[in-house]
């Protein structure tokens, strides 16, 4: 039996598609597609016909629209908010002597598209013959700025190959697309369309350019996108004009064999709440000249000057799987195109990169994407964190409309507001509030941010303490409880002390206090008093942690190991996703985990299981995990390296890194998985390399599995750059710069300065195998399969 093709050819540092696949372009779209955090560009082809989804996305600007409930109830979130495709300047069409340039007619000899992630750019080469017979070459290089964050480029070129042909480029600006329809329906992962969201308010056009201005309907945000062109080659005429949503600039030329015609298009756009339209349309016009003026040369060396110095620190070399490594530098490529320029914007699921979720972020940015980012580019995380703070009225308003203290983050929302329908899988969710708590502890413990702390970290952590603090309860017992709540895991909801919500409400309560105290005149500013913080620490200490004394491990939550388990022999693996195929109350009645949960604690609090359990837990949740989440897989690589299964770590490795290369999740075309690419580098990093951050500061155990000879990581610290170099048998710590540091080396103690210490890899103790839910097993991933 053949190998199925790969989709991209395996190089280290770049994503080349060698073929087209007019059935694969949503993949594509995706997987190719630039962003800075704050303009994000899908990769569709720059004539813009064919595509699978059209995509022009600006961090945060959405429109409203109804929640339907067939039953309304008290707290229900009103509205609910969608990402939508604003204004596209992506589109270039080139007619060649008054035929179309659209790969579905005449003959493709050669269509190649390549993403740099050492460059951060888009390269496309095509080679085509027209129907009448007419040979064109057509070179585009896209790139979205990550110096200049309204500002996006693309330089285009087409050659004559056999004989003189009239070219007519029509470079324009679209509002208001078409957006295609989609047989997803009752999948609740892909996002509700928006027709004609946008409301024209002005368009003008000059020589070389135009400008159009919107504003949403319901919404009220007004947004502006303009462009400019610069033209070389031979004689040709420009011209511009401008509708209500369709602003285009035409360039004609009459072309000879080997002559070539080059357009570098500049692109600037802008969006405010508040600023008016004359404020708007200057805002893109200053971003436009501020392009312009850098030129297409400067922008293309500040992209790769910037990314050079990304890169120094965050790339991560493994050595034994190509493969794997263009997928580990691919994944940490789009989490930093996620964040990079946010600048006080949510970190949506799919970053900039799709529609899908609506363009809602959820806890999973605090717990996956900012770990990341809080060691390759903290600033970006930092950011993030204030978008968080900046939304605290709001949270402030939900947790009094719930009869709460505190604050009530939302689990899914662009602006802030809780967005989730379904209040069992969302309201519930107050997990939430203790992971961006968690997050706030694990960047002022790895940048040493004392600034931050203060303006930022403290009121989030006391907001999120009042919470648990009203949410929660003593019992008879004198036991902290905190009931009907739901945890990570989406097929169980409801439940009475859910061990994960547990132990992040405690680590949250615990270091409130301890930061309150730290900054006591400030706390005393928030309210917060010596009395309060000991009921903190109260709480904190009297936290009730199930634990099943018959089976010797961790319930998920309260009597769920007691619950039936669930047919996993008799479910078809057609059935998967679950969710899709079987009742929300049949889940959750079973015991069947849809991702990691109480195998999430673990990894993030590992400071409250002793080795046993964790290597108990880890196989009894192995057997009822059916990863129907992209979030499950890099959770359950990082524990089982931990607990020393290093081939099945290797395996769920994969699993997460490949995600979107390999389109596993089947729902690439509406954006990739953040997320699981935040996992990937916390799979190498947190699970091969043993790293924990915590108030202890930095401590690796590092073990690799059979498959890698060596891995090489960097990261952040307090201002310096460490770089850790495994091998299977020893481990190389090297301060790159900054001043002296100590770490911890399987417990040991470490004073790391000028010259790098090499130290043994102790032998792991023998592990007992584990076993999946029948069919669940990830695939493996030996040498010689890749």
Not at 297 to 325: H, K, P, S
Request: some cysteine; hydrophobic content about 40%.
């Amino acid at each position: 039996m053949n190998p199925e093709p790969r989709p991209f050819a395996i190089e280290p540092w770049t994503i080349r598609e060698t073929r087209l696949s007019l059935d694969g372009l949503g993949q594509t779209e995706s997987v190719f597609a630039l962003s800075n955090g704050h303009i994000g560009l899908r990769g569709n082809l720059d004539e813009g016909d064919p595509h699978a989804l059209p995509g022009t996305y600006l961090n945060s600007f959405y429109e409203r629209r109804p929640l339907p409930y067939a039953e309304g109830g008290y707290g229900y979130p009103e509205s609910g908010q969608t990402i939508i495709n604003v204004t596209n300047g992506k589109i270039i069409r080139l007619l060649v002597d008054d035929e179309p340039f659209d790969l579905r007619y005449g003959t493709l000899r050669r269509h190649e598209r390549v993403l740099d992630m050492q460059a951060g750019m888009l390269t496309r080469d095509v080679e085509w013959v027209s129907p009448a017979g007419r040979v064109v070459r057509v070179r585009s290089e896209r790139l979205v700025s990550l110096t200049q964050r309204a500002a996006a480029a693309i330089a285009y070129e087409v050659e004559v190959v056999d004989r003189p042909v009239l070219l007519v480029v029509q470079s324009e600006l679209v509002a208001n697309e078409q957006l295609p329809e989609h047989d997803d329906e009752g999948d609740p992962r892909i996002e509700e369309a928006l027709t004609d969201p946008l409301i024209s308010e002005l368009h003008r056009s000059d020589v070389a350019g135009t400008t159009l201005v919107h504003h949403t309907r319901s919404s009220g945000l007004r947004v502006g996108a303009a462009t400019d062109h610069e033209v070389t080659g031979p004689d040709h005429k420009i011209s511009s004009e401008a509708t209500e949503d369709t602003g285009r600039t035409t360039i004609i030329a009459r072309i000879e064999p080997g002559q070539v015609l080059r357009i570098v298009k500049y692109l600037a756009y802008g969006w405010s709440a508040r600023r008016s339209l004359p404020a708007v349309y200057d805002q893109v016009g200053a971003a436009l000249a501020a392009a312009r003026y850098t030129g297409w040369d400067g922008l293309v060396a500040e992209q790769r000057a910037y990314l050079d110095e990304f890169w120094a620190t965050a790339d991560i070399e493994i050595e034994g799987d190509a493969e794997l490594q263009q997928a580990i530098r691919f994944a940490i490529f789009h989490v930093l195109q996620a964040g990079a320029r946010a600048e006080r914007r949510a970190i949506g699921a799919k970053g900039l990169t799709g529609p899908g979720y609506d363009g809602h972020t959820f806890w999973d940015t605090e717990t996956f994407c900012l770990q990341v980012l809080t060691h390759l580019a903290p600033r970006a995380a930092a950011d993030a964190l204030r978008w968080r703070h900046s939304i605290l009225p709001l949270a402030y308003e939900r947790a009094e409309q719930l009869g709460l203290k505190g604050s009530a983050f939302p689990w899914r929302t662009i602006r802030g507001q809780e967005c989730s329908g379904y209040w069992p899988a969302g309201t519930a969710a107050f997990h939430i509030n203790a992971d961006i708590a968690d997050a706030v502890r694990r960047y002022v413990a790895a940048t040493g941010d004392v600034e931050f702390e203060k303006e930022v970290g403290l009121e989030l952590l006391v907001a999120t303490a009042r919470l648990w603090r009203s949410l929660g309860h003593h019992d008879a017992s004198g036991r902290f409880r905190i009931d009907g709540v739901t945890g990570p895991d989406e097929y169980s909801a409801i439940a009475d002390n859910n061990v994960y919500t547990n132990l992040m409400a405690q680590l949250n309560l615990r270091v409130a206090a301890e930061t309150a105290a730290r900054h006591s005149r400030l706390a005393a500013r928030l309210g917060v008093n010596a009395e309060e913080m000991a009921s903190w620490r109260d709480a904190a200490n009297s936290m009730l942690i199930p634990y099943d004394e018959n089976l010797g491990v961790h319930p998920q939550s309260e009597g769920f190991t007691h619950h039936e388990l669930w047919d996993f022999e008799g479910t078809k693996p057609a059935s998967y996703p679950l969710l899709l195929n079987f009742p929300y109350f049949d889940l959750y009645r079973k015991q069947v985990v849809k991702q990691a949960d109480l195998v999430l604690a673990m990894q993030l609090r590992p400071d409250a299981f002793t080795h046993e359990q964790t290597v108990r837990n880890f196989a009894y949740y192995e057997a009822i995990t059916v990863r129907d989440s992209s979030l499950s897989a890099c959770s359950q690589a990082v524990m089982a390296a931990r607990t020393g299964h290093l081939e099945l770590a290797y395996d769920y490795l994969a699993e997460s890194a490949l995600i979107d290369l390999h389109d596993l999740a089947g729902n690439t075309d509406h954006g990739v998985h953040i997320a699981s690419m935040a996992g990937t580098w916390m799979a190498m990093v947190a699970g091969f390399g043993g790293m924990v951050c915590d108030g202890d500061g930095l401590r690796f155990a590092p073990r690799l599995p059979p498959a890698l000879t060596h891995v090489t990581f960097g990261m952040r610290w307090h201002g310096r750059r460490l770089r850790v170099h495994i091998t299977r048998e020893e481990v190389e710590y090297r301060l790159m710069d900054g001043l002296p540091m100590r770490l911890r080396h399987h417990s040991e103690p470490v004073a790391l300065a000028d010259a790098p210490v090499v130290l043994p890899i102790p032998v792991a103790d023998p592990v007992e195998p584990v076993e999946q839910p029948a069919g669940r097993a990830p695939k493996s991933r030996h040498p010689g399969t890749v």
